[in-house]
C-alpha cells in the first residue's frame, strides 16, 4: 500500500477510517464524553459511562496484546516517548472540561454535529482550532512551553503499565491486557439489558478505531523510510492543523490528525442521513453561541496544556496506561461537572 499511495497517503487514509468509525459511533451510538457525564450526574443513566468503558476496556486489549505479539513497541509513540505537565494536566483538563460544558460538546462531538449539517458546530470547531493553534504556535506558544513544558521521557516510557512491571515483575503487555479484560468484562455486566448490544457494540467499535490509529501509524513509521510520530486520535490541536492545511496546502504534508477529523465529519455526515436525515441548523440565540464559542476557546487552550482532549486522552492516552492520562481525565470530568452545575443553576435562577 505504502508503494500505492505513498506514506502520507497511507497515514491520513489510516486517520480518516478511524475517524469514520468514530464518527458513525457518535451519531448511531450516541458515544459522547459530554452525554456520559451529564446523563450520569443528572439522568440517572450510566449507560454510556459503560459504554465509554467498553471502548476502553477493548483499545487496552488491543494495544497491550499486539505489544505481546510484537505488533507494537508502546514505548515508540509519542504519548508515551515524552513526561508531560501535571499542573498542565490537571489545569488544562479542568479549562477543557467547563470549556465542553459551556459549548454543548467536545471537539470529537463537534465534528460529527458538522457533518449533520450544525453551523453553530463549525463555529466551535474553528474558534477551538485556532485556539489550540495559538496555544501550540502562536502568541501563547512561549508561555505554555515556559510554565508547562513537554521533555522527552527518561529511559523508560511514561507509563503506569511499565512502572507496574518494574514493581510486580509482571510484564507490561500482561497488565494491560489484565485491565482491558477486566474494564471490558465489568462494561458488558453493567450495561443496561435494553441497551446492551447496541452500546457495546459501538463502544468496541470506538475502541478498535483508536487502537487503529497506533498499530497502523506504528506501521508506516517501521515499514516507510520518513520519521512519522506515533499517535491516535485526538480532536483539537488536528482541528487546527486541518484548517492550516486547508489555506496552506502547498509544500505541506498531510498528517494523521487531518485524516481523523475529515473522517469524522464524513461519518458524522452518513450517521446523521441513516439516523434521521441530513439538515442545515444555525444560532437562534446570540447570548447561546457567545457562551459556546467562549467554550471553544477555553477547550482549545485547555486541550493544548493537557496534551490532548477528552478522547486524546480520556481513550488514546489512557488505552496505553500513560502517567498522566487518569489525571486528565479526571479532571475533564470534574471541569465538566463544574460547567453543567453552573449551567443548571443559572436556568434555575433564571
Same mark, same amino acid.
Not at 475517524?19 to 450510566?46: K, N, S, V
Not at 507490561?172 to 453493567?190: D, F, M, N, W
Not at 480532536?235 to 487531518?258: D, N, Q, R, W
Given at each position: 500500500?505504502?508503494? @500505492?499511495?505513498?506514506?502520507?497517503?497511507? /497515514?491520513? *487514509?489510516?486517520?480518516?477510517?478511524?475517524?469514520?468509525?468514530?464518527?458513525?459511533?457518535?451519531? @448511531?451510538?450516541?458515544?459522547?464524553?459530554?452525554?456520559?457525564?451529564?446523563?450520569?450526574?443528572?439522568?440517572?443513566?450510566?449507560?454510556?459511562?459503560?459504554?465509554?468503558?467498553?471502548?476502553?476496556?477493548?483499545?487496552?486489549? +488491543?494495544?497491550?496484546?499486539?505489544?505481546? #505479539?510484537?505488533?507494537?513497541? @508502546?514505548?515508540?509513540?509519542?504519548?508515551?516517548?515524552?513526561?508531560?505537565?501535571? !499542573?498542565?494536566?490537571?489545569?488544562?483538563? *479542568?479549562?477543557?472540561?467547563?470549556?465542553?460544558?459551556?459549548?454543548?460538546?467536545?471537539?470529537?462531538?463537534? @465534528?460529527?454535529?458538522?457533518?449533520?449539517?450544525?453551523?453553530?458546530?463549525?463555529?466551535?470547531?474553528?474558534?477551538?482550532?485556532?485556539?489550540?493553534?495559538?496555544?501550540?504556535?502562536?502568541?501563547?506558544?512561549?508561555?505554555?512551553?515556559?510554565?508547562?513544558?513537554?521533555? !522527552?521521557?527518561?529511559?523508560?516510557?511514561?507509563?503506569?503499565a511499565h512502572a507496574a512491571e518494574r514493581i510486580t515483575g509482571l510484564s507490561h503487555s500482561t497488565i494491560?491486557?489484565?485491565?482491558?479484560?477486566?474494564?471490558?468484562?465489568?462494561?458488558?455486566?453493567?450495561?443496561?439489558?435494553?441497551?446492551?448490544?447496541?452500546?457495546?457494540?459501538? =463502544?468496541?467499535?470506538? =475502541?478498535?478505531?483508536?487502537?487503529?490509529?497506533? #498499530?497502523?501509524?506504528?506501521?508506516?513509521?517501521?515499514?516507510?523510510?520518513?520519521?512519522?510520530?506515533?499517535?491516535?486520535?485526538?480532536?483539537?490541536?488536528?482541528?487546527?492543523?486541518?484548517?492550516?492545511?486547508?489555506?496552506?496546502?502547498?509544500?505541506? /504534508?498531510?498528517?494523521?490528525?487531518?485524516?481523523?477529523?475529515?473522517?469524522? +465529519?464524513?461519518? =458524522?455526515?452518513?450517521?446523521?442521513?441513516?439516523?434521521?436525515?441530513?439538515?442545515?441548523?444555525?444560532?437562534?440565540? !446570540?447570548?447561546? #453561541?457567545?457562551?459556546?464559542?467562549?467554550?471553544?476557546?477555553?477547550?482549545?487552550?485547555?486541550?493544548?496544556?493537557?496534551?490532548?482532549?477528552?478522547?486524546?486522552?480520556?481513550?488514546?492516552?489512557?488505552? #496505553?496506561?500513560?502517567?498522566?492520562?487518569?489525571?486528565?481525565?479526571?479532571?475533564?470530568?470534574?471541569?465538566?461537572?463544574?460547567?453543567?452545575?453552573?449551567?443548571? +443553576?443559572?436556568?434555575?435562577?433564571?
Amino acid at each position: 500500500m505504502l508503494e @500505492l499511495i505513498g506514506e502520507s497517503g497511507a /497515514v491520513l *487514509l489510516i486517520g480518516a477510517v478511524g475517524g469514520l468509525m468514530l464518527g458513525l459511533a457518535a451519531r @448511531l451510538g450516541r458515544f459522547c464524553t459530554l452525554g456520559m457525564i451529564e446523563d450520569a450526574h443528572y439522568g440517572q443513566d450510566r449507560g454510556r459511562l459503560w459504554m465509554w468503558l467498553t471502548a476502553l476496556g477493548t483499545a487496552l486489549m +488491543v494495544n497491550f496484546g499486539a505489544a505481546a #505479539l510484537g505488533l507494537i513497541d @508502546l514505548s515508540a509513540t509519542l504519548l508515551l516517548s515524552n513526561t508531560y505537565s501535571i !499542573p498542565g494536566a490537571i489545569l488544562g483538563g *479542568l479549562l477543557f472540561g467547563y470549556g465542553m460544558a459551556q459549548a454543548g460538546n467536545c471537539g470529537y462531538g463537534v @465534528l460529527a454535529r458538522v457533518g449533520g449539517g450544525d453551523f453553530r458546530a463549525l463555529v466551535i470547531a474553528i474558534v477551538m482550532g485556532v485556539s489550540a493553534s495559538a496555544a501550540v504556535f502562536g502568541i501563547l506558544g512561549g508561555f505554555r512551553t515556559a510554565f508547562f513544558p513537554i521533555v !522527552p521521557a527518561a529511559p523508560e516510557p511514561s507509563s503506569l503499565a511499565h512502572a507496574a512491571e518494574r514493581i510486580t515483575g509482571l510484564s507490561h503487555s500482561t497488565i494491560g491486557l489484565a485491565l482491558g479484560a477486566l474494564a471490558l468484562g465489568l462494561s458488558i455486566r453493567l450495561q443496561t439489558s435494553g441497551q446492551r448490544l447496541r452500546r457495546v457494540g459501538w =463502544g468496541i467499535v470506538a =475502541g478498535l478505531a483508536i487502537s487503529s490509529g497506533f #498499530l497502523g501509524t506504528y506501521w508506516v513509521a517501521t515499514e516507510g523510510f520518513d520519521v512519522w510520530p506515533v499517535v491516535s486520535h485526538s480532536f483539537t490541536a488536528p482541528i487546527g492543523e486541518t484548517i492550516h492545511y486547508a489555506m496552506f496546502s502547498s509544500g505541506l /504534508v498531510p498528517k494523521f490528525g487531518i485524516g481523523s477529523v475529515l473522517g469524522v +465529519v464524513l461519518g =458524522g455526515a452518513i450517521g446523521s442521513l441513516i439516523q434521521d436525515g441530513f439538515r442545515w441548523e444555525a444560532c437562534e440565540d !446570540p447570548r447561546e #453561541l457567545r457562551r459556546q464559542i467562549a467554550g471553544g476557546v477555553a477547550m482549545g487552550l485547555g486541550a493544548v496544556l493537557a496534551a490532548g482532549c477528552s478522547v486524546g486522552q480520556g481513550l488514546s492516552a489512557l488505552s #496505553l496506561l500513560s502517567i498522566t492520562a487518569p489525571i486528565v481525565a479526571a479532571s475533564i470530568w470534574i471541569g465538566a461537572w463544574i460547567g453543567l452545575r453552573h449551567l443548571i +443553576v443559572g436556568l434555575e435562577a433564571a
